[in-house]
Nanobody, 124 residues
Framework: QVQLVESGGGLVQAGGSLRLSCAASRRTLINYIMGWFRQAPGKEREFVASISASGRTQLYPDSVKGRFTISRDNAKNTVYLQMNSLKPEDAAVYHC?????????????????WGPGTQVTVSS
């Protein structure tokens, strides 16, 4: 069982930056594909980024490509999401997730473990 906890959310002005962290306990993340998803009120959970176990491969949707960067530090058992040039439409609860199978993916069903989320608010 993997337990995930996100941190780093908060209130930021449009154009600003935030770095989210996802720390794992009970089990090492070294063999897991990791992902970030977000969910705004009244909307479905949306894929934001995914990174391979080695960290060499990343996947992003067009909506965040070039602005967001996912990374991982396996020694610290932590995954990060650097978010730059934030827009009001980026506001949501951001969740990290872990998948034990396959490769980087935007498919929510492939992720078995989820954190409770951290709120990101972007003011215009």
């Amino acid at each position: 069982q993997v337990q995930l906890v996100e941190s780093g959310g908060g209130l930021v002005q449009a154009g600003g930056s935030l770095r989210l962290s996802c720390a794992a306990s009970r089990r090492t993340l070294i063999n897991y594909i990791m992902g970030w998803f977000r969910q705004a009120p009244g909307k479905e959970r949306e894929f934001v980024a995914s990174i391979s176990a080695s960290g060499r491969t990343q996947l992003y949707p067009d909506s965040v490509k070039g602005r967001f960067t996912i990374s991982r530090d396996n020694a610290k058992n932590t995954v990060y999401l650097q978010m730059n040039s934030l827009k009001p439409e980026d506001a949501a609860v951001y969740h990290c997730a872990a998948s034990a199978f396959g490769s980087v993916t935007r498919d929510l069903s492939q992720y078995a473990y989820w954190g409770p989320g951290t709120q990101v608010t972007v003011s215009s």
